[in-house]
């Protein structure tokens, strides 16, 4: 059974500093990494996917990607008031958007102004 | 682009009554689709892939006959929850693979299913 895990929070931040959100995932075979953000009754919006080790930025936001311990994490910088929503972790086996993801529960995370 | 669009997005039925749910790629062709399911406070589910011209493959634990899945054409595919009951209630969302050389998937708006 594949499964995503992630603190449920809420993970409440100071605007302007960085937040950092979490995830693991228990099949070793996952392939495909993705941070999506759900504001309260909308679907997930992409943020970033990555599939490589290491780090990849994009904007005020980086994700970082851990094969060997198995870990996925997502840096907020300069954190806003609009950036308050759930963040959900997701998962796949293949390379892409091939196969249907597997998500973790989400962090909801607090902007404070 | 990439617009992923799902009619409707709201429905409010009586127990017993069959919802179909429409779910269209707007601007891409998509011969992919998935179905997902979110239950408040819980994480989206995938229930089912979706492929153009063939039969959909469903979860384990999600029974085909109750929640039928056509995938007719390249930017359509339909959800029609039979006999619906109320723990049928949820959150339902589609998303679409990206067309190729984009690697993540578009979803759509969701439709939210309240069964009375």
Redesign the interface.
């Known amino acids: 059974q594949k499964e995503?895990e992630q603190n449920s929070g809420p993970l409440s931040v100071p605007e302007g500093a960085i937040a950092s959100l979490n995830c693991t995932y228990s099949d070793r075979g996952s392939q495909?990494f993705?941070w999506?953000r759900q504001y309260s009754?909308?679907?997930?919006?992409?943020i970033m996917?990555i599939?490589s080790n290491g780090d990849k930025e994009d904007g005020r936001f980086t994700a970082q990607l851990n094969k060997a311990s198995q870990y996925v994490s997502l840096l907020i910088r300069d954190s806003q008031p609009s950036d308050s929503a759930t963040y959900?972790c997701?998962v796949s086996y293949s390379?892409?958007?091939?196969?249907?993801?597997?998500?973790?529960?989400?962090t909801h995370l607090i902007i404070q102004p | 682009g990439a617009v992923v669009s799902q009619h409707p997005s709201w429905v409010i039925c009586k127990s017993g009554t069959s919802v179909k749910i429409e779910c269209r790629s707007l601007d891409f062709q998509a011969t992919t689709m998935f179905w997902y399911r979110q239950f408040p406070k819980q994480s989206l589910m995938l229930m089912a892939t979706s492929n153009e011209g063939s039969k959909a493959t469903y979860e384990q634990g999600v029974e085909k006959d109750k929640f039928l899945i056509n995938h007719a054409s390249l930017t359509l595919s339909t959800l029609t929850v039979t006999s619906a009951h109320p723990e049928d209630s949820s959150f339902y969302i589609c998303s679409a693979r990206a067309p190729s050389g984009r690697e993540t998937q578009y979803f759509g708006p969701g439709t939210r299913l309240l069964v009375l």
């Not at chain 1, 009754?41 to 992409?46: A, C, I, Q, T, V």
């Open positions: 995503v495909s993705f999506y009754g909308k679907s997930p919006e992409l996917f599939y959900l997701a390379g892409g958007g091939a196969d249907g993801l597997t998500f973790g529960k989400g």
